[in-house]
C-alpha cells in the first residue's frame, strides 16, 4: 500500500520562521528576458469547475505533455489548454498521480511550441526564483480576462513528509489560478511545480509551496490514479487523494473525503492518520489522538502514526504520555528525525534537559539540515549553562536557515548573558525585523523590549 502522509514535527520550544533571504546572485539572463522565454512554454488550463496553470514538459512528434498539479484537474470534466500564442487546446489525455499532487494533460497541435527544461539540483537557497503563471479563476472571471505574470520567491525552506509530496518552501506571492505554474530559476530552467500558498498578514508575503522538479523526474517510482468512471463510486484511493488535495485549503473538506474513504474501506490506516491530523490542525486533539488510535489498532507498525499522536498528547499537556509514543514510533524506524526531535522537546520540557541533548543529537545526525533541532538544542545547552555551546548551535541553525527569527532572539539572549551586549543588540533588531515581517506580535514586541533594554 503507498504511503503518503503528513508527519507534524511540531517544536514545543521554538517554531521555524520563514523570511526573505539576503544574499543575492547575478542572473545568467535578464529577468525580462527569462520571464518572457518562460512565457512560451507557460499554460492556462481551464473548466467550468476549476482553473490554474501549467507548463509544456515534453513533446512528441504533434503531442505534447502539460504539466500541473492533481488537484487543479481533480473533477472529471473537459479540460482547456490554452497557450502563449492564445489558442485554445482539449485535453485528450490525464494522468493523474496518486502520491503527489502532479498530473499530467496531454493535446495535440501542429504549432511548434517549446518545452521548458527541469532543473532537479538540490540546493535552492540564495538564487534568484521566479513564479511564472496565470493568476484569476475563469469561473470568476468568465470573460476570460486572465494574464500572463510573474513574481520573485525566494527559497525558505525543506518541509518534509508533507501531503501533496511538497518538499520545498519560498516566500513571496502568489495568487489563486496559478496552481501548477512553474518555479523557475536564473538560467530558466523549472526547478519546482508550484501548488499551494499560505497568505501572510496584509502588506507582507506568505510562503509558497512547491513539489521538487526531481520527484517529477523520478516519477517512474509513482503511482498513478485511475480515471474515474462516471458511472462508477469512486473507489477509497479516489477519496484519500481527494482529501490530500483539499488538506491546506479546507479541512473540514478534506475530512469529508476521509470520511468517504473510511466508509469504503473501514482497514484504511492511512486515512484515519490524515483525517488525524486534520482535526488537530483544527484544534480537536482528542478527536485525533482517537483517529491516531484507530489508524495503529489497524498497523501496529505505523511510525507515523505513533509520532502524530505524540504531538497531539504534547498538545494536551501529556508529556510523558508522548514521550511513549515517540520511543514506538522510533523502535519502529530508528532513522526518524522528526520523532527524535519531538521527544527531545518533551523531555526538555520535563527538566531533562540531557536527555533532551542526546536526542537532539541523534536528530541531527540523521539530518544535518534540521534547523529546528540545532535551535532547540542550543535552548538546552544554555538551560544547562553552556552559553557559548548554544551559540554554536544558533549560528548552525541560522546558517541552515538565514530566516530563523527564533534562532537570532535566542541567540541575543545567550550573547547578552555572556557580556556581548553590541552582538545581542544586532541579533535582537534581526529578530523583531523578522517577527514583524510573519506578523508574531508578542514575539516581535519582546524582542524590541530587549533591544530598547540592552541600548539604555
Known sequence: MFRHLFTLTTVALLGTSIGFINSQIALAIPVEQLVGNSKLGVVRIDSPNSSGSGFLVKKEGNTYTVMTNRHVVEPEGEYKITTSDRKTHIATKITRYAEVDLAELQFVSEVNYKPLDLDGSASLYGQSLYLTGYPGEQRYDPVGSREFNYYELKHSGNPTNSPG????????????????????????????????????????????????????????????????????????????????????????????????????????????????????????????????????KINPQNDFAYNNRGNAKSDLGDKQAAINDYDQAIKINPQYADAFRNRGNAKSELGDKQAAINDYDQAIKINPQDADAYSNRGVAKSDLGDKQAAIQDYDQAIKINPQFAAAYSNRGLAKSELGDKQAALSDYVEAARLYKQQNKDNDYRDALKRAAELRK
Open 165 to 296: 509530496g511538497y518538499n520545498l518552501s519560498f516566500v513571496g506571492a502568489a495568487f489563486p489560478g496559478m496552481s501548477g505554474s512553474p518555479i523557475i530559476n536564473s538560467d530558466g530552467k523549472v526547478v519546482a511545480i508550484f501548488g499551494r500558498y499560505q497568505s501572510g498578514p496584509v502588506g507582507d508575503f506568505g510562503v509558497a509551496y512547491g513539489i521538487s522538479s526531481q520527484v517529477y523526474l523520478s516519477k517512474a517510482s509513482l503511482r498513478t490514479i485511475p480515471n474515474i468512471d462516471k458511472n462508477k463510486t469512486p473507489d477509497a484511493n479516489s477519496f484519500f487523494a481527494k482529501g490530500n488535495s483539499l488538506y491546506y485549503t479546507d479541512k473540514k473538506g478534506a475530512i469529508e473525503a476521509y470520511n468517504e474513504a473510511i466508509k469504503i474501506n473501514p482497514q484504511y490506516a492511512d486515512a484515519y492518520n490524515n483525517r488525524g491530523l486534520a482535526k488537530s490542525e483544527l484544534g480537536d486533539k482528542q478527536a485525533a489522538i482517537q483517529d491516531y488510535d484507530q489508524a495503529i
